[in-house]
């Protein structure tokens, strides 16, 4: 899975809790994403970083933020999880413009 | 709305077969459709792409055929196996990634019985 790792794969949580979702990567690639992915949406984008501290807004920001601290690792937060923000939630690396690797996946349930 | 439409939902198709899937958008400047098969319980992984210089590239049993002045693409997959049961994602976006207007479409189902 081109070197990206996800944490966790999958996570439960209640209404109005704060969640993280981590994304790391061994490829040192200067372009991070993050996407959620939903019946009938496909993948929508919903933060994306161009380098250390680096980031903007995407498609579906609203009620996410995100960090980048180091060129390895772009973290999502969910500050006050809703339950329209079930979903499974991709991280995406990409070394040039052509081309985007993902990662595994992780499936987030909000109850 | 969605700026990429795709269709069909769902496609069965017997095993040497052709599989057809189809997509349109509506903004003229996209340059870049990339094309994403994804297995259950994995992220997307990108199939095939094409910029609008070319109107057909084929990779293996894979095509794409675009139309540019139509706002159309399509994924064509000639002798469809087993193995290509899958759920494929078109996408469309101005010069690649490193910008946030990727945008994908719907996603189809594509079941190939043996």
């Known amino acids: 899975d081109a070197g990206i790792t996800q944490s966790p794969r999958h996570k439960v949580t209640e209404t109005g809790t704060p969640v993280t979702l981590r994304c790391h990567q061994t490829e040192n690639h200067r372009y991070m994403y993050w996407y959620r992915q939903d019946p009938g949406h496909g993948l929508r984008l919903i933060h994306y970083?161009?380098?250390?501290?680096?980031?903007d807004k995407g498609e579906v920001s609203d009620g996410y933020s995100v960090s980048r601290s180091k060129t390895e690792d772009f973290l999502l937060t969910l500050e006050s999880a809703t339950s329209s923000q079930t979903s499974v939630y991709f991280c995406a690396i990409s070394p040039t413009t052509d081309r985007a690797f993902f990662g595994q996946g992780t499936r987030l349930t909000v109850v | 709305q969605q700026q990429v439409k795709q269709s069909p939902q769902s496609l069965i198709v017997q095993k040497g077969g052709i599989s057809i899937i189809n997509c349109a958008y509506e903004n003229t400047a996209f340059d870049y459709f990339p094309w994403y098969q994804q297995f259950p319980g994995k992220g997307p992984a990108l199939l095939i792409a094409?910029?609008?210089?070319?109107s057909e590239k084929k990779e293996g049993r894979f095509t794409i055929s675009f139309n540019k002045s139509a706002k159309q693409f399509s994924l064509h997959i000639m002798d469809s196996q087993p193995g290509d049961s899958a759920t494929y994602f078109c996408?469309?976006?101005?010069?690649?990634?490193?910008?946030?207007?990727?945008?994908f479409g719907a996603g189809t189902r594509l079941t190939v019985k043996p």
């Open positions: 970083s161009y380098g250390v501290k680096d980031t």
């Open positions: 094409i910029r609008p210089d070319v």
């Open positions: 996408a469309a976006s101005t010069s690649g990634y490193n910008n946030n207007d990727m945008r």
